[in-house]
């Protein structure tokens, strides 16, 4: 049996994770699931899967956690230091896929123990990139990703030589507003942010889709895990969602990776690797289908794509920077303090004085750093909003 523990279970990676693991359950044992506020979910799972502790993020709701997981065997425990000691625990294959900067410090203990992790936490490599990969190499753990984009990217890669690689091509669905006229995105609300089209996912991350900072986040994550140059990686808008990722190689040729929009084809591929075995999901209809479009993306439209092309220009802590603003943006835009188009304009003014702020941006890439830069870039946002509001 192999062990599993799973960060963030109670999100949609996390339960399509359990969906796969639940098909055969003499396969693994499952060692750690976390979760957040939804204790009744993360309690129900951690029974039926027979986990040997469930972790709330929240200190001050471990009281709700040990009732509901009372009589079952099962160790219940909250708060940060409860998440590490989670990723500490022995296990042959962990899930990060904690929403957010959160996910950093287990995903690094996680490694630490030299297990195969699988990402579908962006933010772990956009941060500390090559914190993260450094640490994978000294405990030779190693590291899968499961972002749909990235996972395509890497099946597409298996066999080949990189230096062969002339570019990589993501895809993106273009979103909640792909099709609204430019000017209405000004009063766009909460409510149509959080609709996508082809996806079911959680609010953040479908807002993130509209606002394709989700995108910009991928665009700094692809450099990082395969090491190209920022300017051999491409976007394109793709209303489909079929092909996930494309590589185009120096004679010219491009591999591609189709499937049906189902976060377990990426999540299967990366549990079973490097094997493949039967998924449960839908097989694509490509002449039902009819046709697949494809349009480059206007950044007028979408600012976010243009932040993180200067991110990684930059390097040094800028990822860190440019999450941590963006995260905290999206918490105001959320809350109804701010205007959709504003979160791009909150990032771009908090890494423009990052620049300005002498040696911070330039500080070494330690956990720490990483960690007080993210609060800080967060402060910076809520006193630009405060400015601009007053």
């Excluded at 506020?37 to 001050?60: K, P, Y």
């Excluded at 890669?157 to 273009?174: C, F, P």
Aim: aromatic share 6%; proline share 4%.
């Amino acid at each position: 049996m192999r062990k599993v523990s799973i960060f963030g279970a109670t999100g949609s990676i996390g339960q399509n994770t359990l969906d796969l693991i639940s098909r055969s359950p003499d396969a693994y044992d499952v060692v750690a699931l976390t979760g957040g506020g939804n204790i009744a979910q993360l309690a129900q799972d951690a029974v039926r899967v027979g986990a040997d502790v469930a972790v709330t993020a929240f200190d001050d709701k471990l009281d709700d956690l040990r009732t509901a997981l009372a009589g079952s065997g099962v160790q219940a425990a909250a708060g940060q230091a409860a998440l590490i000691e989670a990723a500490a625990r022995p296990a042959d294959w962990v899930m990060s896929a904690i929403v957010g900067a959160a996910g950093l410090a287990p995903g690094i203990e996680a490694l630490k123990q030299g297990v195969t992790l699988a990402l579908a936490n962006k933010e772990t490599l956009v941060c500390a990139g090559p914190l993260v990969l450094n640490t994978a190499r000294a405990h030779n753990a190693r590291l899968l990703p499961v972002d749909s984009e990235h996972s395509a990217v890497f099946q597409a890669l298996v066999g080949e030589d990189m230096t062969s690689v002339e570019r990589i091509i993501i895809t993106a669905s273009g979103g909640a507003f792909r099709d609204w006229p430019l000017s209405d995105l000004a009063t766009a609300t909460v409510e149509q942010a959080s609709s996508h089209p082809n996806w079911d996912m959680g609010q953040r991350i479908t807002i993130d889709s509209a606002s394709m900072f989700n995108k910009a986040l991928e665009v700094i994550e692809t450099k990082e895990y395969f090491g190209v140059r920022p300017s051999d990686i491409e976007v394109l808008v793709h209303p489909e969602s079929i092909v996930h990722a494309l590589v185009g190689f120096r004679d010219g040729a491009l591999m591609a990776h189709l499937g049906a929009p189902d976060m377990r084809h990426a999540i299967g591929y990366a549990l079973h690797w490097p094997d493949r075995r039967d998924l449960p999901v839908a097989r694509l209809d490509l002449a039902r289908m009819g046709q697949l479009r494809f349009h480059a993306p206007d950044e007028a439209r979408y600012p976010a794509l243009r932040l993180a092309r200067e991110v990684m220009q930059r390097g040094g802590l800028s990822g860190a920077i440019f999450n941590g603003a963006k995260e905290r943006a999206l918490d105001h835009f959320i809350a109804r303090r701010i205007r959709f188009l504003d979160m791009a304009d909150a990032v771009s003014a908090v890494l423009e004085r990052f620049e300005a702020a002498d040696g911070l941006i330039d500080a070494p890439l330690t956990l720490d750093n990483v960690q007080q830069t993210d609060h800080l870039a967060r402060q910076w946002v809520d006193e630009t909003v405060l400015e601009r509001a007053g």
